[in-house]
Nanobody
Framework: QVQVVESGGGSVQPGGSLRLSCAAS????????IVWYRQAPGRQRELVAL???????TYEDSVRGRFTISRDSAKNTVYLQMNSLQPEDTAVYYC?????????WGQGTQVTVSS
């Protein structure tokens, strides 16, 4: 059984930081590309950042320079370090593990940025 689990969400003030984690079991995690998405209320889900199995990274324009995606192969975990958080970053953040036609989602973790 495949499980993808996000953690690390919470509430922070503008300018604060959070680190999200995405861990998976039941798959050869290091052979999957990992994508972080987010969905704010009333908006479509959008790609935030991705890291390929080879370690290449891509960022959505609004988070580039503030967010960093990385993977720890030994721990089968991908991280999303989020700095300089702004209210517009408020959303549920989802992790997706993808390999060809295989795609597995976590349940999401809430990030709220508010003063």
């Amino acid at each position: 059984q495949v499980q993808v689990v996000e953690s690390g969400g919470g509430s922070v003030q503008p300018g604060g930081s959070l680190r999200l984690s995405c861990a998976a079991s039941g798959i050869l995690f290091n052979t999957y590309g990992i994508v972080w998405y987010r969905q704010a209320p009333g908006r479509q889900r959008e790609l935030v950042a991705l890291i390929t199995e080879g370690g290449r990274t891509t960022y959505e324009d609004s988070v580039r320079g503030r967010f960093t995606i990385s993977r720890d192969s030994a721990k089968n975990t991908v991280y999303l370090q989020m700095n300089s958080l702004q209210p517009e970053d408020t959303a549920v953040y989802y992790c997706n593990a993808a390999q060809g036609l295989n795609s597995y989602w976590g349940q999401g973790t809430q990030v709220t940025v508010s003063s």
